[in-house]
Antibody
């Protein structure tokens, strides 16, 4: 069974850092681009970042450039998102996704940035 | 990064047909095609169609997509109560190297 399980979310103060992880099971992430998408409470979806199969190509949305970095460890079947200089507007549920049609989604991990 | 445009809400009667629209430009929908997602409150999104017409297994045949230039359409026939959800369109935007999303359409089945 295909599974993506995010972890690492929580409450953090403005200016703080968090590292999100996404563990894959039932398929090998090494075959696919992988992405992070977020959703602020009561709001729509916002794409955050993606990374190609070997990690040599990464893209980030403008609002997180210089603060967030996507990475992957294919040997561990693990996707990560390092977040720093967090702001209140980064508060959201963060989903990892991938697969042949980007049809594999995790359940999400909640990040709350508040003092 | 400009997003795609979707109407915030659509209301349709049971068993009728709903056509949801998504408008972009030549850098996204016009060249890359639309990806459509369905989301129920409190649940992660579910992929319906990838880049216009790649459909994962298990997606109802009552759903179909089309595109005319920079506007994409998701059509749902024979509306059922379980079709009541939020629907998002998305596309890769080659001008900014980013995925862009529409704001989502809340479909209400009356």
């Amino acid at each position: 069974e295909v599974q993506l399980v995010e972890s690492g979310g929580g409450l953090v103060q403005p200016g703080g850092s968090l590292r999100l992880s996404c563990a894959a099971a039932g398929f090998s992430i090494s075959n696919y681009w992988m992405d992070w998408v977020r959703q602020a409470p009561g709001k729509g979806l916002e794409w955050v970042a993606n990374i190609n199969q070997d990690g040599s190509v990464r893209h980030h949305v403008d609002s997180v450039k210089g603060r967030f970095t996507i990475s992957r460890d294919n040997s561990k079947n693990l996707l990560s998102l390092q977040m720093s200089s967090l702001r209140a507007e980064d508060t959201a549920m963060y989903y990892c996704l991938g697969g042949p049609l980007f049809d594999y989604w995790g359940q999400g991990t909640l990040v709350t940035v508040s003092s | 990064q400009a997003g795609l445009t979707q109407p915030p809400s659509v209301f349709k009667d049971l068993r009728q047909t709903a056509t949801l629209t998504c408008t972009g430009d030549t850098n996204n929908l016009g060249s890359q095609g639309a990806t459509w997602l369905q989301q129920y409150q409190g649940h992660p999104p579910k992929l319906l169609f990838y880049r216009d017409n790649s459909r994962p297994s298990g997606i109802s045949e009552r759903l179909s997509t089309s595109r005319s230039g920079n506007t994409a359409f998701l059509t749902i026939t024979g509306l059922q109560p379980e079709d009541e959800a939020d629907y998002y369109c998305s596309a890769w935007d080659s001008s900014v190297s980013a995925w862009v999303f529409g704001g989502g359409t809340k479909l209400t089945v009356l």
